[in-house]
């Protein structure tokens, strides 16, 4: 199993003189490996710090010549902890190419992170750990439909008067005076359009119509009532 699988540890380090080449030719040599060591360096773009000590790289460039090192073996299973964290935006979404790349070519990608978009983006299923244990496992759209706030509905500049003729429908809406928008709580009852038709037959206008949909974030904060900063994870 250990030549199948690649590990990415959350704080990838190495000895500090050695250069990103090196880096990845020694890994190599623990696994008996032989891979096209400029082949990886290209994979995680960093043909032009190729040469440069370990000691010297940016903590972005670290984690992905991290990444590159857990493909010394062609591995089928990679794990990868927290890969982006504390990487900028810029950095993070490279690491998010590689990972999507890594599910083209087949590999199966356990990844571990506290920010619920980059699950929503990366992940076929979503698992929720809070205290040690999984709370929930599914794909992301199950995740949200079961345990997710219901979507809102915001209509931009719209009269008060729409909150009284959607509560005829059996659905809940409120009006802010600061704004003037109304805001619809969704339900698996009734869809957009049967709320919008109503609307029309009460002559109730809008500037705009805005549906925000409910997110992992709604899902873990739902089931463990904490915060990102705590013990959950995705």
């Given amino acids: 199993m250990k030549k199948r699988t690649g590990v990415l540890p959350q704080d990838f380090y190495t000895y500090e003189r050695l250069t990103v080449k090196e880096t990845i030719k020694y890994f190599a040599g623990m696994f008996n490996k032989h891979p096209d060591v400029d082949e990886l360096i290209k994979l995680v773009d960093l043909e032009d710090k190729k040469n440069v000590q370990f000691k010297h790289l940016s903590g972005g460039l670290k984690q992905r010549l991290g990444i590159a090192v857990a493909l010394v073996n062609d591995p089928e299973l990679i794990f990868l902890d ?40 990366l992940a076929d299923r979503v698992g929720i750990i809070y205290n040690g244990n999984i709370v929930a496992l599914d794909t992301t759209d199950k995740l949200i439909s079961e345990y997710g706030k219901r979507n809102l509905l915001v209509l931009k500049k719209a009269s008060s008067k729409a909150v009284t003729a959607v509560e005829k429908l059996g659905i809940k809406a409120s009006f802010d005076d600061a704004t003037g928008d109304v805001t619809i709580h969704l339900n698996h009852a009734l869809g957009v359009s049967e709320i919008l038709r109503e609307l029309t037959k009460t002559n109730i206008s809008f500037d705009e119509l805005q549906l925000k949909r409910s997110s992992l974030e709604d899902v873990f904060l739902n089931l463990t009532g904490a915060t990102l900063e705590g013990e959950g994870r995705i």
């Fill in 82 to 121: 927290e890969p982006t964290a504390g990487l900028d935006p810029k950095a993070r979404h490279v690491v998010w190419h590689l990972i999507d790349e890594f599910h083209k070519q087949g590999k199966t990608v356990f990844l571990t992170t506290h920010y619920m978009e980059e699950a929503e983006v």
